[in-house]
């Protein structure tokens, strides 16, 4: 089995050998041999980035492939010098990582594993549900390590627990994928975020059919932490680009929906990447230039609601003054993340952050 790793980072600095550090305790490389049946590459991708990532990712890498295996562990970095997440993507999936390579990870370079055989458990979720096409874990935000917890701290926590119970949640942060479907997957420059887009290619086989949850597989005994966003501004400024990028992707499924025929959306958005990579951004100026007063996406004051279906009874009342206080600040995200789109206000929605706040790699 060939398996291929890509960390998509942005000035991360402070926290990429950390989370490098924390990659290479896993079991599933950890427990490579010599002549062994797996082999795995780590390509860290830079983009964009001003600050010393890339060094500090060879640095780490060199120093922690020094015990392994060299004909069954590969590394490297490839450093791209434009920024953005998608482009990143792109440019790892179709052309850094191998194309023979049988299964995909894609992770954040600011996340550290709670367990040691994350990754081998992600990888064995999919050996045991051959119908499913990607494999994901649970992520934990760092306040919940918190011994004393404030009361944002709280809400959030409460809040990603609603989350969480929604069948085939995706997030970008960490997954393992079919690599014959992701390499089918393009995505479109201009795209602010990528997972949303990314499950329903993966359970709709490139919007050829209805959303198959089951399709996503969480993997047991396997999660991440990562630094939640901790301030009112940090968590309303976030909130106000996941917004903004659920909208944006609305209307590149609607445009993918009218045309997938012959062709499904992958190879749709592939052509129209060769032929303009601005197309999508024309194509986002456009559906806001008709829109009227309110671009937003169809039933975007509902989510929080719901949400609590998903939840047992009891369960949902006790989540209740919860979900009405997050409905009450998507009032205000909302409303902020319209006026922005449709002023076309896109650049700089996406924060450069920072993680300062995680927990030393663990093991367990």
């Not at 995909?104 to 994350?118: E, G, P, S």
């Not at 649970?138 to 969480?164: E, F, N, Y």
């Not at 749709?268 to 100026?285: G, M, Y």
Request: charged content about 25%; overall charge positive; glycine content about 6%.
């Amino acid at each position: 089995m060939i398996i291929s790793i890509g960390i998509l980072a942005w000035n991360e600095e402070e926290c990429i050998a950390g989370t490098l550090q924390s990659l290479l305790e896993q079991s599933l490389i950890r427990g490579l041999t010599p002549g062994g049946p797996v082999r795995v590459e780590v390509i860290v991708v830079p983009n964009g980035c001003t600050d010393t990532t890339a060094e500090k990712a060879a640095l780490a890498l060199r120093a922690g492939a020094e015990t392994l295996p060299g004909d069954h562990f590969t590394w490297r970095v490839e450093s791209v010098a434009e920024p953005g997440k998608v482009n990143a993507w792109n440019l790892y999936v179709h052309r850094f990582s191998r194309p023979d390579a049988d299964l995909i990870f894609l992770m954040d370079a600011d996340i550290r594993y709670d367990h040691v055989d994350t990754l081998a458990s992600m990888v064995e979720a999919l050996n045991r549900h051959p119908d499913a096409s990607v494999a994901v874990d649970l992520p934990v935000k760092h306040v919940a390590t918190k011994t004393r917890k404030s009361l944002l701290d709280r809400i959030s926590l409460a809040v990603s627990g609603m989350t969480q119970a929604a069948p085939g949640q995706l997030t970008g942060q960490l997954y393992c994928a079919r690599g014959p479907l992701l390499r089918r997957v393009h995505m479109p420059l201009g795209l602010l975020v990528e997972d949303g887009f990314l499950k329903q290619m993966l359970c709709t086989d490139l919007m050829r059919g209805p959303c198959d949850n089951n399709r996503v597989v969480r993997a047991p005994e396997a999660s991440h932490v990562f630094e939640a966003y901790t301030s009112v501004k940090d968590v309303f400024l976030n909130q106000r680009r996941q917004q903004i990028g659920h909208a944006v992707y609305t209307y590149l499924r609607d445009y993918l929906r009218d045309r997938v025929g012959e062709q499904d959306a992958g190879q749709i958005i592939a052509e129209n990447n060769a032929r303009d990579p601005d197309w999508f951004r024309a194509l986002i100026r456009e559906r806001v230039a008709r829109g009227g007063a309110w671009v937003m996406y169809p039933g975007a004051f509902a989510v929080r609601w719901r949400r609590l279906r998903n939840l047992p009874p009891l369960r949902a009342l006790l989540r209740l003054p919860v979900a009405t206080a997050a409905f009450l600040m998507d009032v205000a995200v909302l409303v902020a993340a319209n006026r922005r789109l449709r002023g076309g206000q896109l650049a700089g929605v996406w924060q450069d952050t920072k993680s300062r706040n995680l927990n030393p790699p663990t093991s367990t």
